[in-house]
C-alpha cells in the first residue's frame, strides 16, 4: 500500500488522508492571528497628538508704577528748579541794573522831596520825551529822545540819567533800561533830540514799545 509525506513535519500518511493528521490538529489548537486596525478605521477616535512640551516663557521685566511716578516727579522738579533759576536770573540782572543806577534813583528821589526850590524848578521845566528804541543784529540797544524846556529861561550845561520804567510799574520798582545825557544847553522854550545808549538786560524784542514807558529823570550837574 502506498503512502504520501507530509511536507510540514515529514510524517508519511496513508492515502485515504487528503491531510496530516498531525499538521491539521495543529492547525485547529492554534491562536487566531491578530488584524491590524487600519489607522482611520470608521467608528474609531483617532489618537490626538502628543504636544510636544515647551520650554517657561521669557516674560519683559516691566518697570514698577511706583518707580514710573517718582521718574516723573523727578522731571517735573527738573523742569521747575530751571524755570525758577531762569527768573532769579533775570531778577539779578534786573537788580544789578538798578544797583547801577542807584545814584541816578537817589537824585530823582532827592530832586522830588528834599532839592531845593530852583532844583525842583528845574525838574519841572524839563521834559523827556520823544523815545524811539532802536537797535540792530550787531549794535547794542540805543534810544533816540527829546529834551524839552518848558520855561522862558536859557539853561546852561544840563548833564542827566534817565530810568525808563514800564507805564504801569510802581514807583522805584522795575526798570527797562537806563540812558544819560552830558552837558546839554537849551534856550527858552527850546527842545533837542539826542542820542544815547541803552543800557539794559532785555532784548531787543523783550522791550516795551514807546507808549508803554514813562520816564524819571535825575540831574547831575546843573550850572
Known sequence: ???????????EVPPSSSECPDCAGQAST????????PLHQPGVEPTPP?????GPRVRRPSLPIWLLAAIFALGFAVLALTAYVAYRHFRGGTASLSATSGGAAASARMGSTSATPGMRALLEALEITGLRLLGAKDKKPEVVFVVVNHSGAPLTDISGTVTLRPSTAKPATEIVGIFAFQHVSLGPFESRELRAPLKTTLRMFELPDWEFLKTDLALSAIQ
Open 1 to 11: 500500500m502506498f503512502t504520501w509525506v507530509c511536507p510540514k513535519c515529514g510524517r
Open 30 to 37: 492554534a491562536p487566531p492571528a491578530t488584524r491590524s486596525v
Open 50 to 54: 502628543v504636544a510636544k512640551p515647551q
